[in-house]
RNA sequence: GUGGCUAUAGCUCAGCGGCAGAGCACCAGGUUGUGGCCCUGGGGGCCGUGGGUUCAAAUCCCACUAGCCACCCCA
């Protein structure tokens, strides 16, 4: 029986149709060759994992890990899960494949589909794309430093211009709880007079608190402990190593003492690139930071790394604004037009023209004025036409679209013909 | 998960109790082998879905679903 309804895509789920993929396209080029020319190498990891690599490495009380997580239904015993970023897979396979034994750090970049469920809005899908670079296998700042201007570096090659590079240390496993508890401190007097969201953070993720837009707590967040004034030594040098570093290489930021990330395996560095002209909620174009606890978390030897990530869609969108504009190319550079019912030898043609230029045939069986409408507006830059006469002495008529002009081709003449107008 | 706005042709939208419409797009003809401009004609609609009010509902009411926006979260 038929659907009462016809069947539409699931929610939060876009297509990227043939006018939008070649912008898709540029981007992902440009992906490969900033990531390349930094010496990283792609691999491609699975969309599903195990839920506990997720569970145990992006963390259960996250969003991301915890109530966005898709999860598949149990067959056997496997518990499997649709990735929600793309980090604890890519640490997995690391190890798994022995790049731990290889030379430090693993440069590693992925380009790839991530699910959440969330609710979608413009700019943010339930299935959503992220190019994903990782550096590990190496503790020093320099990496930190290598990711982010890596970010920027594909960003700024697509056009985009605005982009802010936002900065923060969030310490680590030595500093981090000490200062959780300074703030848990200072917030736990006032909490009456927060607003209900930041009540609840105060007891399940304190940390969050200072992310919080809300006016009510805007001036205790003000006047909140901070982060950065309570690094232990090592984190503070490694901080301070990641500016000096940030500002040799000309790249500019600004300090944001309020800048947390919604992933619980990230120490030291946090970094956002954001992008003035998206919404408030959706400015985010990309982030990372350093993650030296996530290898430890997912059961593998204690192993430093830093990564980051950023989203197509976002980025797609914001070039289709203001980045370098993107002309899909026609489907084909000739058509081949047979004027009555020549299929044979319209398809020999095709053959023939193919051997040099990308070449489609119009197999319908409408009147030739309906063929050249039709070819007006797939738009190559030559047809071929023939009729059953034509046919017979093996020729054509080559009409160049632009300019209206054509002439009788020998079928055999074809292909060195198209290359040299392509060449000449 | 919470709130606001919206849903009519492939697209953009008008109609807001009384015959389902426009522009663009699509198909064909005007031209006996040849596109674009122009002209003429044509095909296309459970007016998001379900219920209610009414003599009568695309139009008013309710619910659901979906989209957009804000919150939340993040890419």
């Known amino acids: 029986m038929p659907p009462s309804q016809p069947i539409k895509a699931a929610r939060g789920v876009r297509d990227v149709m043939a006018a939008e993929r070649p912008v898709w ?55 499997l899960v649709l990735r929600p970023e793309a980090t604890a897979g890519v640490v997995r396979a690391y190890f798994q494949h022995g790049l731990n034994q290889g030379p430090q750090p693993a440069r590693l970049f992925t380009m790839g589909a991530m699910f959440r469920y969330n609710a979608p809005q413009l700019g943010r899908y339930r299935q959503f794309h992220q190019l994903d670079v990782e550096a590990i296998g190496d503790a020093s700042p320099a990496y930190d430093v290598e990711c982010i201007e890596m970010a920027v570096r594909w960003m700024e090659a697509l056009g985009l211009r605005g982009l802010r590079l936002e900065l ?3 310490g680590d496993r030595k500093c981090r709880p000490a ?115 996530l290898a430890a978390e997912i059961g593998y030897p204690d192993t430093p790394a830093v990564g980051f990530a950023a989203g197509f869609e976002r980025v797609v969108m914001m070039m289709g604004e203001e980045g370098e504009e993107v002309i899909a190319p026609p489907s084909a550079l000739v058509l081949v037009v047979p004027d009555g019912p020549l299929l044979k030898e319209a398809a020999e043609v095709g053959r023939l023209a193919r051997t040099m230029v990308p070449t489609a045939v119009d197999y319908s069986t409408r009147s030739l004025k309906a063929k050249m409408r039709a070819a007006n507006r797939l738009g190559p830059r030559w047809v071929a036409i023939f009729n059953a006469e034509e046919s017979a002495r093996r020729v054509l008529q080559l009409k160049e679209m632009a300019g209206g002009e054509q002439r009788e081709v020998g079928w055999d003449e074809l292909p060195a013909l198209l290359e040299a107008e392509l060449t000449g």
Request: glycine share 10%; proline share 4%.
């Open 168 to 170: 923060n240390s969030i």
């Open 179 to 293: 200062y959780i508890k300074k703030l848990v401190a200072y917030y736990r007097p006032l909490k009456d007079r927060l607003h209900p969201d930041c009540q609840r953070r105060l007891e399940t993720n304190p940390l969050r608190l200072l992310d919080c837009k809300e006016e009510q707590c805007a001036p205790f967040k003000a006047k909140a402990p901070r982060i950065t004034d309570h690094l232990c030594v090592e984190c503070a040098e490694a901080f301070a190593a990641v500016r000096a570093m940030l500002d040799a290489g000309g790249l500019e930021y600004s300090l944001n003492p309020y800048l947390v990330r919604g992933l619980d395996y990230y120490t030291r560095t946090v970094f956002e690139v954001l992008h003035e002209a998206l919404g408030g909620a959706q400015n985010s174009l990309g982030g990372g930071g350093r993650y030296d606890g």
């Open 25 to 79: 396209e540029v981007a992902e080029t440009a992906a490969r060759e900033v990531a390349r020319a930094h010496g990283y190498q792609e691999i491609q990891t699975p969309a599903i994992e195990l839920a506990a690599l997720i569970e145990r490495g992006v963390g259960q009380d996250t969003d991301a890990g915890g109530k966005e997580l898709y999860r598949l239904v149990k067959r056997g015993s496997e518990d």
